[in-house]
């Protein structure tokens, strides 16, 4: 057997697994951007600043403290690419579009909440992110955590 | 003041080149930067292997392979003693010679044979067992102090240790399980091939040289007793240290003739 | 594009208030300052390669805000706050966010 032909048995189901879940993984993501976007547009009527203080002009009712977290893994291909750029440095884009969606996702999960409880404005907004899991012996990241909080308030219609 | 729904733009944190393409670029550079590094580290430990003085060597290593070498009154096979007298003989055809060599006995029923640094040289139980002819011994022999002759045990070692460095420091980065570890294997066994060749030369001369003639020297290659042919030898040749049976019997039958040792002889039997 | 981690921009009204913009980027360091850094960590000091590639860092996530502050029309970005946080070993996010508003 054509010793290169071995080498190629050996290194193909890597090179399958990556892109494999290169193409899963950005499928699956862009199906998420195209939500979020949706989502965005309904929502888009719900004040949310990160101001302290509410408008004037408004007459606050009730506040209240909504938050709302999103944990989104990576896959193998965003690992291993990470996993290069670790050595050359540089931006490292597969985890930008994963932090823009779990941050997205997490505002969008706060105004929700306080709309469906009845809350016309957000304020006060603030994010936090953490890494979360751990994926490997070698500490690469599963997962990452945003938190959005912020203080709901039912306006009076005046 | 007042709000004013608008949505801001949704590419603004997100990367515009395409994630294959970043990748295939990343792979590259990786490639191409541990190739570099892995040159760079065998030409060093080439000079090193070349520039280190036996004696020195022996001094530092030496100590490290007694456990081999030491017992002698231990169970040994009979013909320890006869493996011992030939290598001694073996050695006085090699003028340059720095080392004082050690036999030691493997107590082993696989048929293999090793050098290790400092001069000591390892058979195992089930090679001097297997041995018909004395002839066949010899070359055995020959062979590891060919190994010696060429410092390949010191650049294997130092090889090693840097590929096992650059693997380490790439697979620890998270670039991926299948390739480094490979790519380490093809790299070592490769080079590994052209250092046997040369070994056997090396040992071919000997035997030439105490025999007078090279007859019944590879009579050990045609009883190995690995399947010689099919698939399964094939590709395993390339993932172990020594060249197919076959190979190796061409060749050295080819070295004779170009070198012009008689190829018949009488054979001389190993004592019991 | 007027930047102010303060609720209003001083000396001035705000007429309008957008929403929430925000600019993050994820950097990761080389295997180059990693070895400055481990040599560093035996004499102390600051660690300048790290320094430069966190400003560095920052700098583009205040620009990706002010990016999406321009998007919807913004003139000023107040409640301006800053986050790092670490995301893997070696690697970092940047993140600034604010309220996108327009003054006069």
């Keep these: 057997m054509d010793p290169w032909l071995v080498v190629l048995l050996q290194v193909a189901p890597f090179v399958l697994l990556l892109l494999g879940t290169y193409g899963i993984g950005s499928a699956l993501e862009r199906r998420h951007f195209r939500l979020l976007r949706a989502r965005e547009l309904r929502s888009r009527n719900l004040p949310v600043a990160t101001l302290r203080e509410p408008l004037p002009g408004w007459q606050v009712e009730d506040c209240a403290l909504v938050t709302g977290s999103c944990v989104i893994s990576l896959d193998y291909f965003k690992r291993f690419v990470a996993g290069l750029?670790?050595?050359?440095?540089?931006?490292?884009?597969?985890?930008?579009?994963?932090?823009?969606?779990?941050?997205?996702?997490?505002?969008?999960?706060?105004?929700?909440?306080?709309?469906a409880a009845g809350y016309r404005a957000v304020i006060g907004v603030r994010l936090e992110t953490s890494q979360i899991a751990q994926a490997t012996r070698q500490g690469g990241t599963a997962g990452v955590e945003v938190l959005a909080w912020g203080t709901a308030l039912r306006l009076r219609r005046s | 003041m007042s709000f004013e729904p608008r949505l801001p733009r949704d590419d603004v944190n997100v990367s515009r080149t395409h994630p294959l393409v970043e990748a295939g670029w990343l792979i590259l550079?990786?490639?191409?930067?541990?190739?570099?590094?892995?040159?760079?580290?065998?030409?060093?430990?080439?000079?090193?292997?070349?520039?280190?003085?036996?004696?020195?060597?022996?001094?530092?290593?030496?100590?490290?392979?007694?456990?081999?070498?030491?017992?002698?009154?231990?169970?040994?096979?009979?013909?320890?003693?006869?493996?011992?007298?030939?290598?001694?003989?073996?050695?006085?055809?090699?003028?340059?010679?720095?080392?004082?060599?050690?036999?030691?006995?493997?107590?082993?029923?696989?048929?293999?044979?090793?050098?290790?640094?400092?001069?000591?040289?390892?058979?195992?139980?089930?090679?001097?067992?297997?041995?018909?002819?004395?002839?066949?011994?010899?070359?055995?022999?020959?062979?590891?102090?060919?190994?010696?002759?060429?410092?390949?045990?010191?650049?294997?070692?130092?090889?090693?240790?840097?590929?096992?460095?650059?693997?380490?420091?790439?697979?620890?980065?998270?670039?991926?399980?299948?390739?480094?570890?490979?790519?380490?294997?093809?790299?070592?066994?490769?080079?590994?091939?052209?250092q046997e060749r040369d070994a056997d030369a090396f040992a071919l001369g000997l035997v030439a040289a105490e025999y007078g003639h090279v007859a019944g020297a590879d009579d050990f290659f045609g009883r190995?007793?690995?399947?010689?042919?099919?698939?399964?030898?094939?590709?395993?040749?390339?993932?172990?240290?020594?060249?197919?049976?076959?190979?190796?019997?061409?060749?050295?039958h080819d070295l004779a003739r170009r070198r012009g040792y008689p190829t018949d002889g009488p054979v001389a039997v190993l004592s019991q | 594009m007027i930047l102010s981690n303060t609720e209003t921009v001083p000396g001035r009204t705000i007429r309008e208030f957008y929403g929430v913009v925000s600019g993050s980027t994820v950097r990761a360091k080389h295997i180059g300052r990693d070895i400055m850094a481990g040599l560093k960590n035996i004499v102390g000091g600051e660690l300048k390669g790290y320094t430069e590639l966190l400003k560095e860092a920052r700098q583009e996530a205040v620009d990706r805000m002010i990016q999406q502050a321009q998007s919807v029309g913004a003139n000023a970005v107040v409640n301006v706050r800053f986050s790092t946080s670490n995301i893997t070993q070696g690697a970092a996010e940047l993140f600034a966010y604010g309220t996108a508003v327009r003054v006069e």
Excluded at chain 2, 61 to 76: A, H, I, K, Y
Excluded at chain 2, 226 to 246: C, I, K, M, Q, Y
């Design chain 2, 29 to 194: 550079g990786a490639a191409v930067a541990g190739l570099l590094l892995a040159l760079l580290a065998f030409a060093a430990t080439e000079l090193v292997s070349r520039w280190l003085p036996a004696d020195l060597e022996a001094r530092w290593f030496g100590g490290l392979f007694e456990s081999f070498v030491g017992d002698e009154t231990s169970e040994e096979p009979a013909r320890a003693e006869a493996a011992r007298a030939l290598l001694a003989r073996l050695g006085a055809h090699w003028p340059e010679n720095p080392y004082t060599f050690h036999l030691g006995v493997l107590d082993d029923s696989a048929l293999n044979a090793f050098a290790l640094p400092g001069g000591t040289i390892v058979v195992t139980r089930g090679l001097l067992e297997a041995a018909e002819s004395e002839n066949e011994l010899a070359f055995v022999l020959g062979h590891e102090l060919g190994h010696f002759a060429a410092r390949d045990h010191l650049r294997a070692i130092g090889r090693g240790l840097i590929l096992s460095l650059v693997m380490r420091s790439m697979v620890g980065a998270g670039a991926g399980d299948a390739v480094p570890a490979l790519s380490a294997e093809l790299a070592s066994r490769g080079f590994a091939r052209d």
């Design chain 2, 224 to 252: 190995l007793p690995d399947a010689d042919a099919g698939l399964g030898a094939r590709a395993a040749a390339w993932f172990a240290t020594h060249p197919v049976s076959e190979s190796r019997i061409a060749a050295l």
């Design chain 1, 85 to 115: 750029r670790l050595l050359v440095g540089g931006r490292i884009a597969s985890y930008e579009t994963l932090l823009d969606r779990a941050r997205r996702e997490a505002i969008l999960r706060m105004k929700e909440s306080a709309h």
